[in-house]
């Protein structure tokens, strides 16, 4: 049954302009675009997962050719650690959380990771002061989402930062990627079809 709406546009616009109309495509939903962006992302990211990759140190991406095997994939699948510790692990989640546009957590927890291994004062001003304002500050580029309270803390700490400056930030960081966005990405198109694939070499091994 037509709208009322419908039907007065018809009596307006004539018969053939309101089919036309009524042929519109509707837009599509947000789900849908993500979604389409995120299978470009896949197919990108398993010919070249280097596009995708922010490493914390130089000369740390993972090999293209490489793919993880299927006991590597069971590792991710049952620890975050396992999955955030692995280089491919990395730039697969990376890959996933740019899709969601949240890219910068796990931006951040990298940034975090180079901070804690510097030994040298003047680096470690640095490195404090550019992840504070790229990351930690309240209008900072790839604001991260953190309590007032340790965004203060760190703010106190930048003059001479020590070690620990960020860890309360990285755990907070940690936790939201371990139970929010993790669970996505093993029920995730992605994950599904890496595992497929690592199921293909597994069986092209063997044969």
Same mark, same amino acid.
């Given at each position: 049954?037509?709208?009322?709406?419908?039907?007065?546009?018809?009596?307006?616009?004539?018969?053939?302009?309101?089919?036309?109309?009524? !042929?519109?495509?509707?837009?599509?939903?947000?789900?849908?675009? !993500?979604?389409?962006?995120? !299978?470009?992302?896949?197919?990108? +990211?398993?010919?070249?997962?280097?596009?995708?990759?922010?490493?914390? !140190?130089?000369?740390?991406?993972?090999?293209?050719?490489?793919?993880?095997?299927?006991?590597?994939?069971?590792?991710?699948?049952?620890? /975050?650690?396992?999955?955030?510790?692995?280089?491919?692990?990395?730039?697969?989640?990376?890959?996933?959380? *740019?899709?969601?546009?949240?890219?910068?957590?796990?931006?951040?927890?990298?940034?975090?990771?180079?901070?804690?291994?510097?030994?040298?004062?003047?680096?470690?001003?640095?490195?404090?002061?550019?992840?504070?304002?790229? /990351?930690?500050?309240?209008?900072?580029?790839?604001?991260?989402?953190?309590?007032?309270?340790?965004?203060?803390?760190?703010?106190?700490?930048?003059?001479?930062?020590?070690?620990?400056? /960020?860890?309360?930030?990285? *755990?907070?960081?940690?936790?939201?990627?371990?139970?929010?966005?993790?669970?996505? +990405?093993?029920?995730?198109?992605?994950?599904?079809?890496?595992?497929?694939?690592?199921?293909?070499?597994?069986?092209?091994?063997?044969?």
């Amino acid at each position: 049954m037509q709208s009322s709406a419908f039907l007065v546009l018809q009596h307006k616009l004539g018969p053939m302009e309101a089919t036309a109309l009524s !042929r519109v495509e509707k837009p599509k939903s947000n789900e849908m675009i !993500r979604s389409g962006n995120w !299978r470009s992302r896949l197919s990108s +990211f398993l010919q070249s997962p280097n596009s995708f990759y922010k490493p914390s !140190r130089a000369g740390s991406r993972p090999k293209a050719s490489h793919r993880p095997t299927t006991e590597e994939l069971n590792k991710w699948s049952q620890s /975050f650690e396992s999955l955030i510790q692995n280089k491919f692990g990395q730039a697969m989640f990376r890959a996933f959380l *740019k899709s969601e546009y949240s890219e910068e957590n796990i931006d951040f927890w990298l940034a975090c990771e180079e901070f804690k291994q510097l030994k040298s004062t003047t680096k470690r001003v640095r490195k404090a002061r550019v992840i504070y304002e790229k /990351f930690v500050y309240e209008e900072a580029p790839k604001q991260i989402n953190l309590e007032f309270m340790t965004r203060e803390g760190i703010k106190q700490t930048l003059f001479n930062p020590p070690a620990s400056c /960020f860890t309360a930030a990285q *755990k907070r960081v940690y936790s939201l990627m371990e139970n929010n966005a993790y669970p996505r +990405f093993l029920q995730s198109a992605a994950f599904e079809e890496l595992s497929h694939r690592a199921q293909q070499d597994g069986n092209f091994e063997r044969s």
